[in-house]
């Protein structure tokens, strides 16, 4: 079952404009990760920020996390055509059953436009 | 490093039939593989997880019979789709996690695109 809910499902904006994308889940975590996929591809990882951690940067990207409110936000700054892809969180389930699972978010299909 | 492959990219086939999809961690071990499906526009799945030399675990209405997981060696699972029909095309990923990873840590393949006629 799908844990986490992102948002918005699309985003279309304009070349070096910032994107932002929201992940909601559900239960506790270990850690929430964010991938991107381009269109009929395999996932590239992005990011992975622990439970402990608030906001974590590479490169262009940032990523917080909210555990009180168990939300994530991906940020991509100074977007470039390239950007245009699907952008997945996914989080391990936690707990002893669920450990070293991953369920992912429904995804947010990204458009820069140039 | 941690690449992981997937063999064929793409199939077809006809209804009835059964295919096998490989993965393969190309330079590291993977105490575990996780297979997905993902149909178009559609977030990933997880079917099933294996582990190196015992049964795999399969999610909740995933149907064991159909979808025959092995994980022979540390290097390779195989899905094999037995008797597919059309409702079985769909994008099939999976991933490996290594031995010395943290928690959560996996490293996806390209996926396969199968396609039922």
């Known amino acids: 079952s799908q844990q986490g809910e992102e948002d918005p499902q699309a985003l279309s904006i304009q070349e070096g404009e910032n994107a932002t994308m929201n992940c909601s889940y559900k239960t506790s975590i270990n850690n929430l990760q964010w991938y991107r996929q381009n269109s009929g591809r395999g996932l590239v990882h992005l990011i992975l920020?622990?439970?402990?951690?608030r906001e974590k940067h590479s490169g262009r990207l940032r990523v917080t996390l909210d555990t009180s409110k168990k939300s994530s936000s991906l940020l991509i700054t100074a977007s470039r055509a390239a950007d245009t892809a699907s952008y997945f969180c996914?989080?391990?389930?936690?707990?002893?059953?669920?450990?070293?699972?991953?369920?992912f978010g429904q995804g947010t299909r990204l458009t820069i436009n140039p | 490093g941690a690449v992981v492959s997937q063999h064929p990219s793409w199939v077809i086939c006809k209804s009835g039939t059964s295919v096998k999809i490989e993965c393969r961690s190309l330079?590291?071990?993977?105490?575990?593989m996780f297979w997905y499906r993902q149909f178009p526009k559609q977030s990933l799945m997880l079917m099933a997880t294996s582990n190196e030399g015992s049964k795999a675990t399969y999610e909740q209405g995933v149907e064991k019979d159909k979808f025959l997981i092995n994980h022979a060696s540390l290097t390779l699972s195989t899905l094999t789709v037995t008797s597919a029909h059309p409702e079985d095309s769909s994008f099939y990923i999976c991933?490996?996690?290594?031995?010395?990873?943290?928690?959560?840590?996996?490293?996806f393949g390209p996926g396969t695109r199968l396609t039922v006629t």
């Open positions: 991933s490996a996690r290594p031995y010395w990873g943290l928690i959560g840590e996996q490293y």
């Open positions: 920020i622990r439970s402990n951690e």
């Open positions: 996914a989080t391990d389930a936690g707990g002893i059953q669920g450990a070293q699972k991953l369920v």
């Open positions: 330079d590291f071990q993977a105490t575990t």
